[in-house]
């Protein structure tokens, strides 16, 4: 599970990166709009990305730190 973690770590570093670099260069989500009609713009799915690639890193360092729980 420590490998596992450390894989899930880095996959979440990665995409975290890349989909910060690939959300500059894109144009703003108009306001207003629910979640599933705001995915309809790439700056929106980038930013989706971020959320996951976070989420990805965080249970990846948990894993890491505690292969077998306590």
Known sequence: ??????????????????????????????????????LAYPAARYEAGRWLAACAAGFGFLMALFPKGR
């Open 1 to 38: 599970m420590r490998n596992f973690g450390g894989t899930l770590l880095l996959l979440g570093v990665v995409g975290f990166l890349y989909c910060s670099s690939q959300l500059g260069s894109q144009g703003p989500v108009p306001e207003g709009l629910t979640v599933w009609e705001a």
